[in-house]
């Protein structure tokens, strides 16, 4: 079993920059790959980007590529999100996963991780 603790987030302006850590727990982290996602207030939880066990592949939400960067060091057990060039739109609670599958189709969707950490609030202000 993985606990996932993410941390990092805070209020930012518009354009503005955050780093959210995502601290896992156990020794099999890097059996997993990990994925951020995001839920805003009144919306579903949406995919923003996906790592895969070794960090060798990573994947993006179109509204984001160009501006965010996951990565994940496995000798700390964590993954980060690099967020550059925030939007208002785009404040939310931001969640980190771990997933075990190693098919890179399904970490775009929530229903493919079996692990959740409990989010960290990102506020971006206009």
């Known amino acids: 079993q993985v606990q996932l603790s993410e941390s990092g987030g805070g209020l930012v302006q518009a354009g503005g920059s955050l780093r959210l850590s995502c601290a896992a727990s156990g020794r099999a982290f890097r059996n997993y790959a990990m994925g951020w996602f995001r839920r805003a207030p009144g919306k579903e939880r949406e995919f923003v980007a996906a790592?895969?066990?070794?960090?060798?592949?990573?994947y993006y939400a179109d509204s984001v590529k160009g501006r965010f960067t996951i990565s994940r060091d496995n000798a700390k057990n964590t993954v980060y999100l690099q967020m550059n060039s925030l939007k208002p739109e785009e404040a939310a609670v931001y969640y980190c996963?771990?997933?075990?599958?190693?098919?890179?189709?399904?970490?775009?969707?929530?229903?493919?991780?079996?692990?959740w950490g409990q989010g960290t609030q990102v506020t971006v202000s206009s």
């Open positions: 996963a771990a997933s075990t599958s190693y098919y890179s189709g399904d970490y775009y969707y929530t229903r493919h991780y079996d692990y």
């Open positions: 790592i895969n066990w070794s960090g060798s592949n990573t």
